[in-house]
């Protein structure tokens, strides 16, 4: 799969820095002492105008305060005046921007996904349930805030929608090398999975750090039917390697004899032969010997 072309009208991100919140807040303290001390000489000294100045400071303070915030390690603040986009703060600690702006949290960290199980068909038209894991994070916060819905849901859908489509394509079982089965080839078929994931992600500004299936099984209906495939196909390939071994060794114990000179067998002896060791190899049971007293040729 080639990687998608970039969106040119997603919302990209701004990075923005925001000056320390300390100074502003020694100048709000600075602000309602000011204010008390006012008031305290407007009472003593019978002066109004200290009045309205303690009321102005007072009436400042309050709007200094709303610029106040913190950024805690491994996240974003996407701030807003009056419905602007003006950037986002990564910077972590107490920080001061304007008080008319509206700062929203983002968690940079890697949140992880753990997809219910679905119900789906694979590529062979057999029901089969799958579920993926999913790591991801958010790399872009404007596009994560503003070009999706709820960012979150947004990973949670397409997750669902990625599997769904990867378990169509794929065959449970019994795959090739140009077509690898969802079985029997897991990280080719997970990194199937992050590409697909990261086309439909990057749109939202989302990171996929690593996908992969956490569950797949046949559906219960048909899980029965298909383990006694399964077994019989094993069955089958454990008798064909006792008979390609009990062939082998039949045919080197009649070339030994025959190389030694033990014993001269016709075809008609060396077929019988042939059988008895056939008998005695591929037996699931052991074989019980008999002991020929006589001669061969009676």
């Avoid at 991801?136 to 994560?144: E, L, Y």
């Avoid at 439909?200 to 500004?205: F, H, M, T």
Wanted: charged share 20%; net charge negative.
């Amino acid at each position: 799969m080639t990687a998608p072309k970039p969106d040119l009208t997603a919302t990209r991100e701004i990075h923005r820095s925001a000056p320390s919140g300390f100074p502003a807040l020694v100048l709000v303290i600075a602000l309602l002492a000011g204010a008390i001390a006012a008031v305290v000489a407007a009472a003593t000294t019978e002066t109004p105008w200290l009045g309205v100045v303690a009321a102005a400071a007072i009436l400042t303070a309050i709007l200094l305060m709303p610029g106040f915030f913190t950024v805690p390690p491994n996240t974003a603040r996407v701030l807003l005046l009056f419905g602007k986009y003006v950037g986002s703060v990564r910077e972590e600690g107490f920080r001061f921007a304007n008080p008319f702006y509206t700062k929203r949290k983002v968690s940079l960290r890697a949140h992880t996904l753990n997809g219910d199980k679905l119900k789906v068909n694979d590529k062979s038209g057999n029901p089969i349930e799958i579920a993926a894991v999913v790591v991801w994070k958010v790399r872009d916060t404007a596009a994560a805030v503003f070009d999706v819905e709820d960012y979150e849901d947004f990973v949670r859908i397409q997750s669902e929608t990625a599997v769904r489509h990867l378990a169509a394509t794929h065959p449970y079982d019994g795959g090739t090398d140009e077509e690898p089965s969802l079985r029997g080839s897991t990280e080719r078929v997970a990194d199937e999975l992050a590409v697909e994931l990261h086309q439909r992600l990057s749109r939202a500004g989302i990171e996929v750090i690593e996908a992969r299936l956490a569950h797949l099984a046949y559906a219960p209906e048909i899980a029965g039917a298909m383990l006694r495939r399964q077994q019989a196909a094993a069955v089958i390939a454990a008798r064909q390697k006792i008979v390609e071994g009990a062939v082998g060794m039949v045919h080197m114990a009649l070339e030994h004899l025959s190389e030694k000179d033990v014993v001269h067998l016709d075809d008609e002896r060396k077929a019988a032969m042939v059988s008895n060791l056939l008998v005695v190899l591929c037996s699931e049971q052991a074989a019980q010997p008999v002991v020929n007293s006589g001669t061969l040729y009676t």
